[in-house]
């Protein structure tokens, strides 16, 4: 369960969904916070010792489960919650949905989902229980911290092997990764998309980060950001991750299409 071997495909230049090269946290006047959730105490201890050497990364909390996860995360506030899946009484994807639950509206604690196993299940739940990120244990340090600096600015985060997998489930007729987004009908909220808003949903479910949705629709950056925050507004949805799900649940893009 440690955090120092190779996780694979979380770097910008890697093609994440969502991480730019230019990975910046969302304030820089003060670090990003961050909750550790987990049951092992030495765990948390390698996460704390990893994090803290980053300037711009400030721990500040500890839980042994899920339950404590939650109420931390309300008493704290953090901007991100690392959070394992397999913890005593509420486990981590309970404590997930939770958490997800009360945001009334994008900008709440962001949930990176780390786990020692490579299951579809947990991968799945973890989308439908409202997570922001989702990367194995089996990492390097460098990855985690920059897995925590790509949520904590606004975006999502899988591995590019794990939206692969998301992308698969959607070729496989009557199989879904569950209700994501979309509070009114997604029909109704598709509509109201503007339609380069919709260009920049395909673009955002293809994986392309906001610096090649600029190239490919001739559009500054800034601009694409704006675009990229008011389609998750328009569909409920909170960050990247979320947007692929939604885009290949109702038909926006198909799998090799």
């Known amino acids: 369960m440690s955090a120092g071997h190779g996780m694979p495909g979380v770097h910008a230049e890697h ?13 820089a006047d003060r670090p990003v916070r961050v909750l550790l959730a987990d049951d092992q105490h030495l765990v948390r201890t390698g996460f704390r010792v990893i994090l803290e050497v980053e300037d ?6 500890e ?16 901007d991100v919650v690392l ?9 981590g994807l309970e404590a997930t949905r939770r958490i997800t639950a009360e945001q009334d509206e994008p900008g709440g604690p962001a949930v990176l989902i780390l786990t020692t196993f490579d299951r579809d299940d947990y991968l799945f739940a973890a989308l439908r229980a409202g997570a922001s990120g989702f990367l ?17 600015r606004g975006d999502g985060l899988l591995a590019p092997e794990l939206t692969r997998r ?15 987004g979309a509070r009114t009908s997604p029909e109704a909220a598709l509509r109201d998309l503007t339609p380069r808003e919709r260009e920049v949903l395909v673009l955002v479910a293809g994986g392309a980060s906001n610096a090649e949705i600029a190239a ?6 800034a601009t694409v950001k704006t675009h990229v925050s008011r389609v998750l507004a328009k569909l409920g949805l909170r960050d990247r991750v979320q ?7 109702h038909g926006v893009v198909r799998p090799g299409g």
């Not at 711009?56 to 909390?61: A, S």
């Not at 490919?216 to 950056?221: I, K, N, P, R, V």
């Open 15 to 27: 093609g994440v969904p969502g991480a730019d090269a230019d990975a910046a946290v969302p304030d």
């Open 56 to 61: 711009d990364i400030e721990v500040v909390g």
């Open 63 to 78: 839980a042994a489960d899920g339950g404590r996860a939650v109420s931390m995360t309300r008493a704290l506030r953090p």
């Open 83 to 91: 959070m394992d899946v397999e913890m005593p009484g509420v486990d």
């Open 136 to 152: 194995l244990k089996n990492g390097t340090p460098e990855a985690l911290v920059e897995a925590i600096r790509v949520l904590a």
């Open 166 to 180: 998301v992308i698969a489930t959607f070729a496989r007729p009557g199989e879904s990764a569950g209700p994501v």
């Open 216 to 221: 490919e629709l001739h559009l500054g950056e």
């Open 243 to 249: 947007a692929v799900v939604f885009a290949y649940e």
